[in-house]
């Protein structure tokens, strides 16, 4: 959805509302996590997308211990503009730990 925004718009990355996303479960948790957008300084629900990293365009936290992944880890999305072709941006997954990856193995080939 991010990109579909960006290929439109650009140079800005879109917030949750503008880019008609809405997070899993009700009041952005479920039972295993909690969902966050991180505060920015949102101009008409946008901010200015350069080529240095947005940290944390994305997040989930675990609310609880998943197998050998402890609760409070941070799954996370960064987002850049591509060096390459205007209207395109990077994305960087992350997760917090080995044994947090084994629960998600496919999650850091987002973007790629």
Same mark, same amino acid.
Do not use: M
């Given at each position: 959805m991010q990109?579909? &925004?960006?290929?439109?718009? /650009? !140079? +800005? *990355?879109g917030n949750y509302k503008v880019i008609g996303y809405s997070t899993p479960g009700e /009041?952005? $948790?479920?039972?295993? #996590? =909690? &969902? !966050?957008? %991180?505060?920015?300084?949102? =101009? $008409?629900? !946008?901010?200015? *997308?350069?080529?240095? =990293?947005?940290d944390n365009a994305w997040q989930a $936290?675990?609310? +609880?211990k998943l197998n050998d992944c402890d609760s409070e880890k941070i799954w996370s999305v960064s987002v850049k503009a591509s060096n390459q072709n205007a209207g395109e941006a990077t994305f960087t997954a992350k997760v917090p730990s =080995? %044994?947090?990856? %084994? *629960?998600?193995?496919? #999650?850091? $080939?987002?973007g790629k």
């Open positions: 990109q579909a &925004y960006i290929s439109e718009a /650009g !140079t +800005v *990355l /009041g952005n $948790k479920t039972t295993n #996590f =909690d &969902y !966050t957008e %991180a505060t920015r300084s949102w =101009d $008409k629900n !946008t901010i200015a *997308l350069n080529t240095t =990293d947005i $936290k675990s609310r +609880v =080995d %044994a947090c990856e %084994a *629960l998600t193995p496919s #999650f850091t $080939k987002i």
